[in-house]
């Protein structure tokens, strides 16, 4: 019997390659942002663009673009203007062995669930577009409006409502906000070395693969 029973996967940088659509998006909400607000807001780098990847992109842009509030709020509107009005959120490709790992862990009496910071609505359409829907027991992900939003809130939720028994649930992701909220919730994780993070993230990280292929073993041992 495996170690691991619940398998919850991030999708941004750990099931899709979602760097074009995303990059896209921010773009196109800064350059908005300075049109409407007639401000000069300088464009960020390739590397800090990257870094938009996976945190709520409110907290990215005060992070890296401006410290305000109401206007990061505004941001995440055009920026969704672009990314969900012009079909950006389909501007993503599945990393490789990804879709066979999902299918096979399914077929094997895994339970697979969803676990992302991205919107519900725009998380669900992604894995309805690659044809994934059926291999999941669950999506758990913020909704519009409402107050969870991290990473962290969006795993607890999870937690709480599955009534996981924790060691025998694992969090696979590419960033530090999926490590650091499985520790703090008491749970194990996968760093893939594959997406948007770096070692530097991983420091909490059980165990780090770097392809899917490695993922499968760590969960089939």
Known sequence: MPKYYN??????????????????????????????????????NDKILRKFIGPPLDVSFRKYCHDDEKLSLEFVKF??????GNEGLFNCTLYDGIYDLIKNLSENDYRVFLVTAKPKESAVRIIEHFNLTEFFNGFY???FGGKIKSKLDVLNEAIEKENFEKSKTIMIGDRIDDIDAAKN????S??????FG????????????????????????
């Open 7 to 44: 398998i919850l996967f991030d999708l941004d940088g750990t099931i899709t390659d979602s760097a074009p659509g995303i990059i896209n998006g921010v773009i196109y909400g800064i350059k908005k942002i300075n049109e409407v607000y007639n401000l000069n807001i300088d464009m960020p």
């Open 79 to 84: 920026y969704r203007e672009d990314y969900n």
């Open 141 to 143: 992900a913020p909704i």
């Open 185 to 188: 919730l008491g749970i194990d």
């Open 190 to 195: 996968i760093a893939v070395r594959y997406g």
């Open 198 to 221: 770096n070692d530097e993230e991983f420091k909490n990280a059980v165990y780090i693969a770097n392809n899917t292929k490695e993922i499968f073993d760590i969960l089939s041992e």
